[in-house]
């Protein structure tokens, strides 16, 4: 290729991913949020398919101001595969580099991480999934709220206290409250006004496995999402499943409960969107890639039918993957079978305008984070077959929203 004609491809290749520089015909830019209509995720105006990815690390990366540059090297190789969303921890309490010190406490290096990332996903035309707690004890986590509760008196025995106790559910609504007034440093924008945030999520991969009715679950969803949204009208809202059913549908799910319930807790009217994961190598050890294989296309199946018939919302499949942790060219392989089955049920059901409107990998590192790898990190930056997967899924998406 020319030097020329190549500078001048990487200036209209900048122009596309700067917003508001090519205006296409239709378009509402007065409004930069995504919506929800039916089943269906509109940006301006028209159908918006989310192909992304999973980069938990980004805040913690960009709180160190000589690290950022991995921030903007993953948004930059994300968008030269046509990704345009990323999900990633708005969270990390108590611990090593923490958001929140303590309830209420917050870390400044670490917000104005946040603020950076938000900021240079701007600059790519990437929307983000923000997610305010997690299940784990990583990062703080539902247990990290129950212990500061307890060190406030409080008789407390289990980390599904977290769901039923009134101070720790004050504590989680502060911290709600505290990330979405956040004024970004670097945009001066306060984050609840932010189009770049696409949807807030209430906790990551939400369980209670002493209630497997999924009671306690769906009124801890229906009190979070509304004590949200009264704050922020403007962004979607998901409450951050990984998809098991309730009793109801108890078949449908691996060998075990987690106290949720797939379908009644996406029909929370402040919940805009179903979210569900997939890992059948963790959920089925032992089983063969037949037995796997199979459980992820009912799975698939079972989502996206009861997502547009039942629950009448979108669904995303929020987190998806599989180890290739000995990297042998047969695991690869079995990923790019994973990978090339979820993209074909979203691609089948969106291009009849179902409910699946997009997925996100598990996950994208930068170059240089090798301590991060954790066997279901995807090299983008490699000539792979899974990255030319991930790249033909972004174009067919985009296709469908073009003819829209």
Not at 4 to 28: A, N, R, T
Not at 187 to 197: A, E, R
Not at 285 to 293: A, C, F, I, R
Not at 299 to 320: M, R, S, T, Y
Request: overall charge negative; charged content about 20%.
């Amino acid at each position: 290729m020319k030097l020329g004609f190549f500078l001048l491809s990487l200036v209209l290749y900048q122009m596309i991913l700067e917003p508001g520089i090519f205006k296409v015909e239709g378009d509402d830019h007065d409004d930069e949020f995504v919506r929800v209509r039916g089943v269906q995720l509109l940006l301006n105006g028209k159908p918006y398919y989310a192909n992304g990815y999973n980069a938990y690390w980004l805040m913690y990366m960009a709180s160190d101001p000589s690290q950022r540059n991995k921030v903007s090297s993953a948004f930059q190789v994300a968008a030269n595969h046509g990704l345009s969303i990323a999900r990633t921890w708005a969270f990390s309490d108590a611990g090593d580099y923490p958001l929140q010190y303590s309830p209420g406490s917050y870390n400044e290096d670490m917000f104005l991480g946040l603020d950076f990332v938000i900021s240079e996903a701007r600059k790519y035309g990437t929307k983000l999934v923000l997610s305010l707690v997690n299940n784990y004890d990583d990062f703080g986590g539902k247990k990290q709220y129950v212990e500061w509760a307890k060190t406030e008196g409080q008789s407390l025995h289990s980390e599904d206290d977290f769901f039923t106790d009134p101070l720790v559910k004050e504590f989680y609504k502060n911290h709600i409250k505290s990330v979405l007034t956040r004024r970004n440093n670097f945009t001066g924008v306060v984050y609840k006004d932010d189009p770049t945030i696409m949807a807030w999520e209430l906790m990551n991969e939400i369980r209670c496995p002493s209630d497997h009715s999924g009671n306690t679950v769906q009124a801890w969803i229906t009190e979070m999402a509304s004590y949200l949204k009264s704050i922020d009208g403007n962004h979607l809202l998901e409450a951050g499943l990984e998809g098991f059913y309730g009793l109801s549908k108890n078949e449908s799910n691996p060998n075990f409960q987690v106290g949720t319930d797939f379908i009644a807790n996406n029909q929370i009217p402040a919940i805009d969107f179903a979210t569900v994961h997939s890992y059948p190598d963790q959920w089925l050890p032992g089983s063969s890639n037949e037995e796997q294989t199979l459980f992820l296309v009912g799975w698939l199946n079972d989502h996206i039918q009861d997502a547009q018939i039942i629950i009448e919302k979108p669904v995303l499949f929020a987190e998806f993957g599989v180890s290739v942790r000995n990297m042998s060219s047969e695991s690869i392989t079995i990923r790019d079978e994973i990978f090339n089955l979820v993209y074909s049920s979203i691609y089948s059901s969106a291009s009849d305008g179902g409910a699946a409107t997009g997925s996100l990998f598990w996950h994208l590192l930068a170059e240089g984070m090798d301590s991060f790898k954790d066997g279901y990190e995807v090299p983008l930056d490699e000539n792979s077959s899974t990255a030319t997967l991930i790249a033909q899924e972004s174009q067919k998406l985009n296709r469908i929203r073009m003819k829209k």
